[in-house]
């Protein structure tokens, strides 16, 4: 097949299932493979790391001068990306606040015990809809401290941006996007309204610690806050849903594993590593050259599209062992799962944290558990890729 369609054949949904040996055909294509539309796909792993920490790479969607709003700081580049940043991980992490993420292991697991309680045997239950979806929303919305009843409203919002941001080959994308402009606006001045219900009365969240900073110095702007905000909403569930749903389908597909697994529980940290590397819940990231440049002998115009495939990259033999294989126990596990360089993901210890505890209180109903439907619906978001419904018989 022609390789210039390879991001068209990678992104259409009929791939969902199994986009795996269509990023092999792209390691094979060579390592920088134009597309019909005019980008340039990436699926080695050693250019995608490379190419990830390359300053002339930017994330900036404002580099081919198409958006004229400022994006969140996930779409920043140095040095306004790691200003927003730090300021974003103040009330979140360390040095700032180191107990945070660890302080939330008790409510993660209670959360998770109560979400467990009907999956009883002879039921059946949609592992997305009754576990891996409302574990991270109920986690988020905690630390941001948003109302969990709220959580219609935003997931209509939430769904929107989602669509707006996958990858899509150059075709009418205008539809989408105007929905995750709108979808935006409307999700940030709903949390900016309930960060100032919080001014000068502040509670334990994350908003009101950013709504009640002393320091003048250190104050996000009401757009900055906005834009923040939204981002740690969404990136707080939607990736931590697929990194559950991903886990639990590949736990039932390979039953053997599940039962080491159940045997020696202390592999399963190394296990949601490897999950990340298997089965990641972000396939595709967007560079933006800021100057020509020549990659691997192919020259790159300023301003292009390069999308790297980072669950490609997953995936090089060049990189791991029998990188098809799931291995629980794999030593040497340096994968691209929560991306790397500067916008290595920024919520990735609270994602482990829920994987632990959702994988782990999940391994005892999977093990008598079966697959209703294999491969189950996906989403239609090919970068954002993972069960849209997981539904199984215990």
């Known amino acids: 097949m022609d390789s210039a369609t390879l991001l068209a054949r990678i992104t259409d949904y ?110 059946q239950v949609d592992i997305v809809d009754d576990f891996a979806y409302p574990l991270p929303v109920t986690v988020i919305c905690r630390l941001l401290g948003v109302p969990h009843e709220d959580e219609p409203l935003f997931r209509a919002w939430s769904d929107a941006i989602v669509a707006a941001a996958d990858v899509r080959p150059d075709d009418d994308s205008a539809e989408p996007d105007k929905g995750g402009d709108q979808a935006r606006m409307e999700l940030g001045g709903y949390l900016l309204n309930l960060a100032e219900q919080r001014r000068g009365t502040p509670g334990e969240d994350m908003l009101s ?104 990259g997953n995936r090089d033999p060049e990189r791991f062992p029998d990188p098809d294989r799931f291995d ?16 290595a993901c920024y919520g990735g210890p609270l994602a482990r944290v829920e994987a632990y505890a959702a994988l782990g209180a999940l391994l005892p109903h999977l093990a008598t558990a079966s697959l209703v439907q294999d491969p189950p619906p996906y989403r239609q978001n090919a970068m954002l890729r993972g069960p849209r419904h997981l539904p199984v018989r215990l």
């Open 209 to 312: 610690a950013f709504v009640n900073e002393p320091d003048p110095a250190l104050r996000l702007t009401q757009e900055e806050l906005a834009e923040t905000a939204v981002l740690l909403l969404i990136a707080g569930h939607e990736t931590t849903v697929n990194l559950i749903a991903n886990g639990a389908l590949t736990f039932l597909r390979q039953p053997e594993q599940l039962d080491r697994l159940r045997r020696e529980p202390e592999l399963l940290p190394r296990a949601v590593e490897e999950l990340l590397r298997y089965e990641p819940p972000v396939h595709m990231r967007e560079r933006i050259p800021h100057a020509d440049v020549d990659v691997a002998g192919t020259p790159i115009p300023r301003g292009a599209s390069v999308i790297l495939a980072l669950a490609s």
């Open 14 to 123: 009929a791939s969902r299932p199994n986009p795996y040996p269509l990023y092999a055909e792209l390691r094979e294509a060579g390592p920088v493979v134009p597309q019909a539309d005019g980008s340039y796909l990436i699926g080695s792993y050693h250019h995608i790391a490379a190419l990830l920490h390359d300053p002339r790479m930017s994330a900036d969607p404002r580099t081919r001068g198409e958006v004229t709003h400022k994006p969140p700081f996930l779409r920043l580049d140095d040095p306004e990306h790691h200003r927003l940043r730090t300021l974003a991980m103040r009330p979140f992490g360390p040095p700032h606040s180191p107990g945070r993420v660890d302080g939330m292991r008790g409510e993660i697991d209670r959360i998770t015990e109560e979400l467990l309680e009907p999956f009883e045997a002879g039921h």
């Open 328 to 343: 629980p126990a794999r030593q040497d596990n340096q994968h691209l799962g929560f991306g790397s360089g500067i916008h």
